[in-house]
């Protein structure tokens, strides 16, 4: 792959965000994946999927939700996460 066909790919890649909700506690509620146009949201559980109009549509379905932009988020070494936290991939 070439650098022009990865910097392609990275302006066109969906931004990923969390729905996190703070009441009780902090906690991730669904994952999401915004695309120019629309946005899937799928719930901790993976019982729920979604297919939106865009991020904010699901934020009235989870109690005292809101959106964070894992763009936003400082990288962690998966070293460094407890194993629960661990995914393959």
Same mark, same amino acid.
């Given at each position: 792959?070439?650098?022009?066909?990865?910097?392609?790919? /990275?302006?066109?890649?969906?931004?990923?965000?969390?729905?996190?909700?703070?009441?009780?506690?902090?906690?991730?509620?669904?994952?999401?994946? /915004?695309?120019?146009?629309?946005?899937? +949201?799928?719930?901790?559980?993976?019982? +729920?999927?979604?297919?939106?109009?865009?991020?904010?549509?699901?934020?009235?379905?989870?109690?005292?939700?809101?959106?964070?932009?894992?763009?936003?988020?400082?990288?962690?070494?998966?070293?460094?996460?407890?194993?629960?936290?661990?995914?393959?991939?």
């Amino acid at each position: 792959m070439t650098d022009e066909e990865r910097e392609w790919v /990275a302006e066109e890649a969906p931004r990923m965000f969390a729905v996190v909700e703070r009441d009780p506690e902090f906690q991730v509620a669904a994952w999401g994946l /915004a695309f120019e146009d629309s946005a899937q +949201v799928v719930s901790e559980d993976g019982t +729920v999927r979604m297919n939106l109009q865009g991020p904010e549509s699901c934020l009235h379905l989870f109690r005292g939700s809101e959106l964070m932009w894992l763009d936003d988020v400082p990288h962690v070494p998966a070293a460094c996460l407890p194993d629960h936290q661990v995914r393959p991939g």
